[in-house]
């Protein structure tokens, strides 16, 4: 089953930023709704944010509402979060997926936030 490739993720200290980005090499993402979702450990993964097609709506769980931005580029078949002001609980494995999810769950991009 065809899989997303996230990239992006590493350490940060408290308030500082990453951005995340996702493409699939055989699958076109510009007919689906987009979400990025996130998995810490001993937890169960999340919804974190999401995007309809054509980038004009947006969505996000309230924990990161005013920190997270989702966007899209459909010409580069890429979804990313910019992700600002973290936080150490936002530390986790960031997966993207269409949603509702019809690909394979790929490896994921760990993001850990510590001083």
């Known amino acids: 089953q065809e899989q997303p490739v996230e990239s992006g993720g590493g350490l940060v200290q408290p308030g500082g930023s990453l951005r995340l980005s996702c493409t699939a090499s055989?699958?076109?993402?510009?007919?689906?709704?987009m979400g990025w979702f996130r998995q810490a450990p001993g937890k169960e993964r999340e919804f974190v944010a999401g995007i309809n097609w054509s980038g004009g709506t947006t969505s996000y769980t309230d924990s990161v509402k005013g920190r997270f931005t989702i966007s899209r580029d459909n010409a580069k078949n890429t979804v990313y979060l910019q992700m600002n002001n973290l936080k150490p609980e936002d530390t986790a494995v960031y997966y993207c997926?269409?949603?509702?999810?019809?690909?394979?769950w790929g490896q994921g991009t760990q993001v850990t936030v510590s001083s």
């Open positions: 055989g699958r076109t993402f510009s007919s689906y709704r």
């Open positions: 997926n269409t949603r509702p999810s019809i690909l394979g």
